[in-house]
C-alpha cells in the first residue's frame, strides 16, 4: 500500500526505541516520509541497521544505534551521538516492549486438575510463575520507557520541547488472560503516559500513547498460529472480540502516530491513549 502523509516533519529528529521491529520499523518509514530524520535504536544492531536502511533506501535518513533501553549510561552516550549527528531531537517513540514466557499462564482460568504440578511441564501455573519473568516484562516495559524518556526529554525540556509517543495495549484497559506481568505493566504504560504529560506541560513536551489491538509480530506469533500456522483458539477468540474480523495491519497505525506527532494537527492534545483496534475495546462481546 503506497500512502502520502500530509503531516510535515521536515527539520525534525524522531528518536524510534525498538526501532527495529514489526511495528517500528513501520513507524521510522513513516516518519520519514514526512521528512524527519530518524535514530533507530534497538537491543540488535542488525534489527536497527535494517530499518535504517529501509528508511534510506526509501529516500529517507537514518542511522542505527545498538542500544538497550534499560541502560541509562548507554542511553546518554547515544543521545550525544544523535546530536551530533543529526543536531537536534524533537520527537521521542518509545516502541521497545514485549511479554516473556517467563510471565505467561498455561491456562486462561485456573482449574481444580491443574492444582498437581506437572512433571517436566513446559509451561507453567499460576504458582509457577517467577519473579524474574516479572521482572523483565516490568523492566522492558516500564524502565525501558522511562529511562529513554529521562534521557531524551531532558534535551527536548532545554531546547523548546517535543513529543513522546508511547506504546500502550488492549490489556492496559482489561488485562488479557495468560499474561498477567505484560498486562500490569501495559496498564502502567498509560498511567505514566497521563503522568508524564501533567509533569511536562509546562515545558512544551506533550505526551501521547497508542494502543495498539491485535496486530501479528514476532513477539505475539507463537501465541496466535501453531507451528503448522493454523490459527491457535486464541486466535479465533480473538477475531471473535474484534468487531472488524481481523488483525491490524502495522500501516493502520501510521495516521494516529503522525496525528500525534504532529505539532500542528494534535497541538492541544496530551496525555491520552487512543486506542487503534477495530473496535475491540469498544465491544462488550454482545
Ligand atoms: N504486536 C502487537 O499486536 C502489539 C499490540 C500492542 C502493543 N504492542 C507493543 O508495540 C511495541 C512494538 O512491538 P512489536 O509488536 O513491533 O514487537 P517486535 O518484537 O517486532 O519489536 C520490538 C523491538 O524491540 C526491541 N527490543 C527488545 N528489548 C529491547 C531493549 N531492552 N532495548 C532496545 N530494544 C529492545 C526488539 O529487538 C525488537 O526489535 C511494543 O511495545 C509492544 O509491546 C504490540
Not at 13 to 19: F, I, L, P, S
Not at 96 to 123: I, V
Amino acid at each position: 500500500m503506497s500512502v502520502s502523509y500530509i503531516t510535515d516533519l521536515t527539520g525534525k529528529t524522531a528518536v524510534v526505541t525498538g526501532g527495529g521491529g514489526v511495528l517500528c520499523s513501520e513507524f521510522s518509514k513513516a516518519l520519514a516520509e514526512c521528512g524527519a530524520k530518524i535514530a533507530v535504536l534497538d537491543l540488535f544492531e542488525e534489527a536497527a541497521k535494517r530499518t535504517s536502511d529501509a528508511v534510506n533506501a526509501n529516500g529517507g535518513y537514518a542511522l542505527p544505534y545498538a542500544c538497550d533501553v534499560l541502560k541509562k549510561e548507554t542511553l546518554i552516550d547515544i543521545r550525544e551521538k544523535i546530536i551530533s549527528d543529526f543536531g537536534s531531537i524533537d520527537i521521542l517513540i518509545n516502541g521497545a516492549g514485549g511479554n516473556s514466557p517467563k510471565a505467561t499462564t498455561a491456562q486462561e482460568f485456573l482449574t481444580a486438575e491443574d492444582l498437581e504440578t506437572k512433571e517436566g511441564s513446559d509451561t507453567l501455573n499460576f504458582f509457577d510463575l517467577k519473579p524474574e519473568g516479572f521482572n523483565f516484562v516490568f523492566n522492558l516495559n516500564i524502565l525501558g520507557t522511562l529511562l529513554p524518556t529521562q534521557v531524551f526529554s531532558e534535551y527536548m525540556a532545554k531546547h523548546g520541547g517535543g513529543c513522546i509517543v508511547n506504546v500502550s495495549s488492549m490489556n492496559a484497559y482489561r488485562p488479557l488472560t495468560k499474561i498477567p506481568a505484560y498486562s500490569a505493566a501495559k496498564a502502567g504504560i498509560s498511567n505514566l503516559t497521563m503522568w508524564l504529560a501533567v509533569h511536562f506541560s509546562k515545558l512544551n513536551i506533550r505526551v501521547n500513547a497508542i494502543a495498539p489491538g491485535f496486530f501479528v509480530t514476532g513477539q505475539n506469533e507463537k501465541l496466535l498460529f501453531d507451528k503448522e500456522g493454523k490459527p491457535t483458539a486464541r486466535t479465533e477468540k480473538i477475531l471473535a472480540a474484534t468487531p472488524m474480523g481481523r488483525f491490524g495491519n502495522p500501516a493502520e497505525l501510521i495516521g494516529t502516530l503522525l496525528f500525534l506527532c504532529d505539532t500542528k494537527a494534535s497541538s492541544f492534545v496530551n496525555g491520552i491513549i487512543i486506542p487503534v483496534d477495530g473496535g475491540f475495546s469498544a465491544y462488550s462481546g454482545v
